[in-house]
């Protein structure tokens, strides 16, 4: 299953077809009351214990319900669960992948039911749940805040070849925390242009353009037009959690990122508006953008330039998209546009 599929699905539910299923099966039997539901992190990191709780559903004459549980592919069979309300722990280990947890209700002269949600595993860093980026650990590097950039130059410039993971700005992919070191953060230009580390800067557009002629795409017209045929170069065979990203076109070519630069497809966001405690952190989700919505992944890679339009109110963002070859422009909101960052400094 890709990633973007992943992402439309996670935290759905496969209730109505298991309850096809079971009717199917046990047409004769009354059925339980409500909707049973469970809630699961879209996102884990590895060794993660989960206490999952059903909820929604009840015996109709207010008998006891049993509860069995089902963590694929990690459990062979299901387990009744032992605690009063149904709940059941499970400790997760440490295989990157995603998992499907379903939970039976069920109870003596009824019709069982359940529900399904899925949950994925995910490690940042390059030895995580992206891989096949082209960077090793012998690479250039810093670190900070525990967190290593590698880099590497252009027309006399070092760029980062990962995305910016600076946890006092942006929101993480999806909101969830963990997913932070692996996708990046996703900035408003008013927080980009203060997100990277002491002596790199956000890269200018007139930066852009000197990396695209250092990759061989000829001056474009105006500073405001697409750089040719330069994606392949910058886009990696990225995989997440051993699926592949980028999709193959043939208006891009063979992807070689031979620029080093290792575009991700984690897309953009509509961050919304900032919360009033823009530092909360419950259960491993930022509350920094409540509202955010998270588009484009597997799709597109967006990063901020320093630039400001004409309108102070927008900033310019230079962007890939899977099936065009060009590096491309365009505006967005200062404040609640979310994008991820490259920073750049001069070359030592």
């Given at each position: 299953m890709s990633f973007r599929k992943l992402t439309y699905i996670l935290l759905s539910s496969?209730?109505?077809?298991?309850?096809?299923?079971?009717?199917?099966?046990?047409?004769?039997?009354?059925?339980?009351?409500?909707?049973?539901?469970?809630?699961?992190?879209?996102?884990?990191?590895?060794?993660?214990?989960?206490?999952?709780?059903?909820?929604?559903?009840?015996?109709?004459?207010?008998?006891?319900?049993?509860?069995?549980?089902?963590?694929?592919?990690?459990?062979?069979?299901?387990?009744?669960?032992?605690?009063?309300?149904?709940?059941?722990?499970?400790?997760?280990?440490?295989?990157?992948?995603?998992?499907?947890?379903?939970?039976?209700?069920?109870?003596?002269?009824?019709?069982?039911?359940?529900?399904?949600?899925?949950?994925?595993?995910?490690?940042?860093?390059i030895d995580g749940s992206i891989t096949k980026h082209g960077i090793r650990k012998t690479d250039k590097k810093i670190t900070v805040n525990g967190i290593d950039y590698y880099y590497t130059t252009h027309a006399g410039l070092d760029w980062f070849r990962n995305n910016l993971a600076n946890p006092a700005y942006g929101a993480p992919f999806i909101n969830y925390e963990v997913t932070s070191n692996v996708f990046g953060r996703f900035y408003s230009y008013e927080e980009a242009v203060k997100a990277c580390p002491e002596g790199w800067r956000l890269p200018t557009n007139a930066d852009w353009i000197s990396l695209g002629k250092a990759l061989g795409s000829a001056e474009p017209s105006s500073s405001l037009d697409p750089i040719a045929n330069v994606a392949s170069k910058l886009m990696a065979d990225i995989e997440f959690n051993t699926e592949k990203m980028w999709t193959y076109w043939p208006k891009v070519g063979e992807i070689t990122n031979s620029s080093l630069m290792a575009f991700i497809p984690a897309g953009y966001a509509n961050l919304g508006s900032i919360s009033s405690d823009p530092d909360k952190i419950t259960d491993g989700i930022s509350g920094r953008y409540p509202t955010a919505a998270f588009i484009g992944v597997e799709e597109y890679s967006v990063f901020w330039t320093a630039d400001l339009s004409e309108d102070s109110n927008l900033a310019y963002y230079r962007f890939i998209f899977e099936q065009q070859p060009e590096l491309m422009l365009s505006r967005g909101d200062v404040k609640t546009f979310g994008a991820n960052v490259r920073c750049v400094r001069d070359a030592e």
């Open positions: 496969c209730i109505l077809l298991a309850s096809c299923k079971e009717e199917d099966e046990t047409a004769s039997y009354p059925t339980l009351s409500g909707t049973l539901s469970f809630d699961i992190p879209a996102f884990i990191a590895q060794n993660t214990d989960l206490t999952m709780t059903p909820q929604g559903v009840s015996h109709p004459e207010g008998g006891v319900l049993g509860y069995s549980w089902k963590v694929s592919p990690l459990m062979e069979k299901s387990d009744t669960s032992k605690m009063e309300n149904g709940a059941y722990n499970f400790n997760f280990k440490d295989s990157l992948g995603t998992y499907t947890v379903n939970c039976y209700a069920f109870a003596s002269g009824y019709s069982s039911t359940y529900a399904s949600r899925q949950t994925t595993m995910v490690k940042g860093g």
